[in-house]
């Protein structure tokens, strides 16, 4: 085992052993990270900019010392005197390393720009917006009457609009006067309207006739991304919509690992709550820039996020959701001034934070909730937001439950060998010859397949940099079909197998998908390592399903909705071939794109709906997985492939599944044994 210094690099989640003095950026090329740097390393284009962490990581095992790079030298001096550095960032080729580091890679220093994929689903929704521009005309002062300017504007409003005797900020009333006299005494004005924090007031005023509109925010906030859409208040349309990765990220992968990092560290919740604020404030930047608006503009935002996110954004201490019987700080919906979040919006901007289910169901499966309305639907629908951390979802009109179940983050490329998120040049689908098992495939950002003319030119700018997670479901799922690995997830040798593509691996075997080592690229692969980690996400997955099913009565569900951006791009045959989901008609099997996203759009655009949500998520039952003693039993199950109990007729109606087992007990030869069931 090494004894030269462990470096961890986020959010691709790769490491490699390097000895003391090599710089960062040269550990970053050899693990192939994906950090720029175009100007040899000379400190001069500041594009390799990193952000090291500090530190106790228990789920790397690492204690990142404050020493650990070295010190500040006269290059970084020089940059940050004439250009500037974020605090706390270092450039990449002049910082090395002295002892395990945990360093992450900042988007605008990636060169391949993360997929952040969560688009604005169409979708009709009633308007109702919390905040709203009213144009009146304003009595003049009179000598003989006399009254303040801000009282004659409530009284206009309140006799043209039958508005509630409302209340100014000061902010509106340094406007008021100029306003008024500069618009000869009719003004534009916008109301909030009121909740059950907030009492009704004016929040902005222009003179005149203001022809322009104001702006909210739906922001979805996961434990990997955070995604916007920046919604016009009169029309309901959605003007932009962008997404970053959660900086937080460099804590831990997983929300467990985050609760830890703050049991760690004394100031470690503190660090994760001003990362995912300043993250969410440069992602407001980016987007209100996309749009061509200003800032100011925006004066509503609606905030869906897991309960731990949902801690840390508000500034709470998770440490009570690391541990039985996981309590919220609260479960109730929040409403908030944007400035008390740290929040750079409109001075008066609110905040409404969607109410947790319970446990580690949090706010996001509320809005998944408030957008598939599965208490409204006769047939039995379940409904499965996968990510880093799965929200389950199971009910019609008797009666609905819900169960989170953390399933890691190998289903979006970490902790697989040649993982990567999804980003430019990475291989999302795949397809394995029967014959042959020889693979083809899709990278991101191409529509060709590897075998068709003009590939190879088409990623000429990107390259084949790596597998993201739905490339990882695909050719598991594909290898599975193929008898090149068995139910138990065991990969074949090329003799057992007939692929040329298998290779022994240390002591089991691994599957070739790709290899640019010739073009200086890297060579792909899928080990039994990777395999194992996508069995764990997977049963974790699928044992919840299984459980809320269990809980219902029943073996089969009427529909399947795939929620979240990344099951927006599961194929629904691979994920059952692996058995991620319960064995359904594959017609029956939908994506609801990002549902919770939705959601938070509906509560956004309708205050009605935020109402209608926070008495549903009461009705909701909430199933804990960590006490129910099934659990784990439909864990074992479904660590095969599709399952070792459950039969999945309907797939096996599609699906041909050898029935093989490449594990041959240590003196037997040939893999093709039988068995009854895969």
Excluded at 141 to 151: A, C, F, I, K, W
Excluded at 167 to 175: H, N
Excluded at 208 to 231: E, K, M, P
Excluded at 395 to 401: A, C, I, Q
Aim: proline share 5%; hydrophobic share 40%.
């Amino acid at each position: 085992m090494s004894n030269d210094p462990l470096v961890i690099f986020t959010p691709s989640g790769k490491r490699g052993h390097f000895p003391v003095g090599t710089p960062v950026l040269t550990a970053a090329r050899q693990l192939g990270v994906d950090l720029d740097s175009v100007c040899g390393g000379r400190g001069i284009c500041s594009k390799c900019q990193i952000t090291p962490s500090y530190g106790e990581f228990s789920k790397h095992g690492v204690t990142v010392a404050d020493d650990a790079l070295s010190a500040w030298n006269s290059v970084e001096e020089r940059y940050d005197q004439k250009r500037g550095l974020k605090v706390g960032r270092r450039l990449g080729c002049q910082a090395t390393i002295h002892s395990d580091i945990v360093i992450d890679v900042p988007p605008e220093s990636q060169v391949h720009k993360q997929v952040v994929r969560k688009r604005a689903e169409a979708r009709d929704i009633t308007m109702n917006p919390s905040t709203r521009l009213y144009y009146v005309e304003v009595a003049e002062p009179d000598m003989h009457d006399p009254s303040g300017d801000l009282e004659r504007l409530v009284t206009a409003l309140r006799r043209d609009w039958d508005l509630p005797d409302l209340e100014a900020d000061l902010t509106v009333l340094k406007k008021l006067q100029p306003a008024l006299r500069k618009g000869e005494w009719k003004v534009t004005v916008a109301v909030h309207l009121g909740d059950a924090v907030f009492s009704p007031r004016i929040i902005d005023i222009w003179p005149g006739f203001y022809d322009g509109t104001i702006y909210g925010l739906a922001v979805d906030l996961g434990s990997t991304t955070i995604a916007a859409h920046l919604c016009d208040l009169r029309s309901g349309d959605v003007v932009a919509s962008s997404g970053i990765m959660n900086p937080q990220i460099r804590f831990g992968e997983d929300l467990m690992s985050r609760v830890s990092y703050g049991m760690m560290n004394p100031t470690g919740s503190d660090e994760m709550t001003k990362a995912v604020r300043e993250g969410m404030n440069a992602l407001f930047v980016q987007i209100a820039s996309e749009a061509e608006i200003d800032r100011n503009l925006i004066v509503d935002a609606v905030f869906v996020c897991n309960p731990v996110m949902h801690h840390l954004f508000l500034g709470i201490d998770a440490y009570e959701l690391g541990q039985a019987p996981f309590a919220l700080a609260t479960s109730e919906a929040i409403s908030l001034r944007t400035q008390e979040l740290d929040l750079n919006l409109h001075p008066a901007a609110r905040a409404y934070i969607l109410p947790c289910i319970a446990g580690h169901v949090g706010a996001d499966a509320a809005a998944v909730a408030l957008s598939e309305a599965p208490d409204k639907s006769d047939d039995l629908v379940l409904i499965v937001d996968v990510g880093t951390n799965a929200e389950i979802i199971l009910g019609n009109r008797d009666k609905v439950l819900a169960c989170s179940s953390p399933t890691g983050p190998a289903f979006e490329g970490a902790q697989i060998s040649s993982g990567q998120r999804a980003a430019p040049g990475a291989i999302e689908h795949v397809a394995i010859d029967p014959v042959t098992k020889t693979p083809r495939f899709q990278v991101i950002g191409c529509d060709l397949w590897s075998d068709e003319e003009g590939f190879v030119a088409a990623i000429a700018g990107t390259g084949v940099t790596g597998i993201c997670g739905s490339g990882i479901i695909e050719v598991i799922a594909e290898m599975r079909m193929t008898g090149i690995v068995d139910g138990p997830g065991l990969i074949g040798s090329a003799e057992q197998t007939g692929s040329p593509n298998c290779f022994e691996d240390g002591r089991t075997n691994s599957y070739l998908l790709y290899d640019g080592t010739a073009e200086g690229g890297p060579k792909i692969t899928v080990t039994n390592t990777d395999i194992r980690q996508i069995q764990m996400a997977k049963a974790a997955l699928y044992s919840g399903a299984r459980l809320l099913m269990d809980k219902f009565g029943v073996d089969n569900v009427d529909r399947v909705v795939l929620a979240g951006a990344f099951g927006a791009h599961i194929s629904p045959k691979h994920a059952m071939v692996l058995g991620m989901i319960p064995d359904a008609p594959l017609e029956k099997v939908t994506s609801a794109g990002n549902a919770a996203g939705t959601g938070a759009r509906i509560a956004l655009l309708n205050t009605e709906a935020r109402q209608e949500i926070e008495d549903v998520v009461h009705k909701i039952h909430k199933i804990e997985t960590a006490i129910e003693p099934r659990f784990q039993e439909h864990f074992v199950n479904a660590s095969a492939m599709p399952n070792a109990v459950d039969p999945f007729p309907t797939l096996r109606g599609l699906v041909e599944l050898p029935e093989v087992l490449h594990n041959t007990g240590g003196g037997e030869t040939g893999g093709r044994r039988r068995r009854r069931r895969a």
